[in-house]
């Protein structure tokens, strides 16, 4: 068992280039189809460009600030508290409304 605080994780930039995230769970962490769990902080206006994750669903759950998600098809704006879950191979992006903190769950399909 790995115990973390999340307060003493460093945060690194994203792989989407805005934001940086608090990594709690690694892929190499479990021997689940877990990919990552992680605290991502995003500032009011930062925003990923879209991208597509073929074989990784991805779970967000807001717990602080705005965030709009573009997918190829709807767009949405969730609030703290919101959960939202974008399927495998989904074309989406992210803007953070506000400055913004989401829970990211990612979890491989394949």
């Known amino acids: 068992m790995k115990h973390r605080l999340l307060h003493e994780i460093i945060p690194v930039t994203t792989s989407h280039g805005c934001g940086t995230k608090r990594v709690l769970l690694a892929k190499e962490d479990t021997q689940t189809n877990l990919t990552q769990i992680a605290v991502t902080g995003l500032k009011q206006g930062e925003r990923s460009e879209m991208h597509v994750h073929p074989t990784m669903e991805e779970v967000f759950l807001i717990?602080?600030?705005?965030?709009?998600?573009?997918m190829e098809t709807e767009e949405t704006v969730c609030h703290a508290d919101e959960c939202i879950c974008i399927a495998a191979g989904e074309r989406h992006a992210l803007e953070a409304l506000t400055d913004a903190e989401i829970l990211t769950i990612g979890c491989a399909t394949e």
């Open 63 to 70: 717990r602080k600030g705005t965030v709009k998600i573009c």
